[in-house]
């Protein structure tokens, strides 16, 4: 909702690039940035049909954009995403949504459970005292705390598979494995070029095989 005022865009569509609403699932290097400049241009010109059009699908409430005539700001450019909220708890509670589903349909739900609870404690990681599918509202620290132990216990849930569930369960773990090491990245206090790209490779991995998850 921060990006609403600031950016003067509605809650549904990206603060960064033009993706409509109904593809934001999408690759985002696909998608024009925003830019104030020309959409202050249509604005001007919103007497025309063209204009008026862009406007309306892009989703824009100009008069509420902040940024709206400042000279060198790019309004695109200011928008931060931060690992606690895009990642923990959004790409990986969603994950772990496929993940349950997943395992539930393979019967190896009890044993992931069984396993987390069974993880002795070490610094900087706390023992869960409740299975996952017990847990009501997850917080931050919670999430932090599984990420850095998924990859392991979705391979011990997974171990010893049937002749049908090699090629599903190498795919699932591809999935979670692309996933885990770019949030570890992620966190990195600097970045270099050779970083991103890891990166970029690592996001792009985890959306070319997140199709084993589909049905969930």
Same mark, same amino acid.
């Given at each position: 909702?921060?990006?609403?005022?600031?950016?003067?865009?509605?809650?549904?569509?990206?603060?960064?690039?033009?993706?409509?609403?109904?593809?934001?699932?999408?690759?985002?290097?696909?998608?024009?940035?925003?830019?104030?400049?020309?959409?202050?241009?249509?604005?001007?010109?919103?007497?025309?049909?063209?204009?008026?059009?862009?406007?309306?699908?892009?989703?824009?409430?100009?008069?509420? %954009?902040?940024?709206?005539? +400042?000279? &060198?700001?790019? /309004?695109?450019? =200011? *928008?931060? #995403? $931060?690992?606690?909220?895009?990642?923990?708890?959004?790409?990986?509670?969603?994950?772990?949504?496929?993940?349950?589903?997943?395992?539930?349909?393979?019967?190896?739900?009890?044993?992931?459970?069984?396993?987390?609870?069974?993880?002795?404690?070490?610094?900087?990681?706390?023992?869960?005292?409740?299975?996952?599918?017990?847990?009501?509202?997850?917080?931050?620290?919670?999430?932090? %705390?599984?990420?850095?132990? +998924?990859? &392991?216990?979705? /391979?011990?849930? =997974? *171990?010893? #598979? $049937?002749?049908?569930?090699?090629?599903?369960?190498?795919?699932?773990?591809?999935?979670?494995?692309?996933?885990?090491?770019?949030?570890?990245?992620?966190?990195?206090?600097?970045?270099?070029?050779?970083?991103?790209?890891?990166?970029?490779?690592?996001?792009?991995?985890?959306?070319?095989?997140?199709?084993?998850?589909?049905?969930?």
């Amino acid at each position: 909702m921060e990006n609403v005022a600031l950016h003067g865009i509605k809650s549904n569509v990206c603060p960064k690039c033009e993706v409509l609403p109904g593809e934001l699932v999408t690759d985002a290097n696909s998608h024009r940035s925003r830019d104030c400049a020309r959409y202050a241009r249509c604005e001007r010109e919103s007497a025309s049909d063209d204009s008026r059009t862009m406007l309306e699908t892009l989703r824009l409430d100009l008069e509420k %954009n902040v940024f709206h005539g +400042l000279h &060198r700001v790019s /309004a695109p450019g =200011l *928008h931060k #995403p $931060d690992l606690l909220h895009t990642v923990y708890l959004r790409l990986f509670k969603h994950l772990m949504d496929w993940i349950s589903g997943f395992l539930k349909k393979h019967a190896r739900l009890q044993t992931f459970d069984d396993t987390r609870k069974a993880l002795p404690p070490y610094p900087g990681f706390f023992v869960p005292k409740k299975a996952y599918r017990e847990v009501m509202q997850w917080q931050a620290k919670e999430m932090m %705390n599984l990420g850095r132990c +998924l990859l &392991r216990l979705i /391979a011990l849930a =997974l *171990h010893e #598979p $049937d002749s049908w569930q090699v090629i599903p369960f190498k795919h699932a773990l591809d999935c979670v494995r692309a996933l885990v090491d770019f949030s570890m990245m992620a966190e990195y206090r600097s970045h270099t070029p050779e970083t991103i790209a890891y990166m970029e490779e690592y996001l792009d991995r985890f959306h070319r095989m997140k199709e084993i998850f589909m049905e969930f």
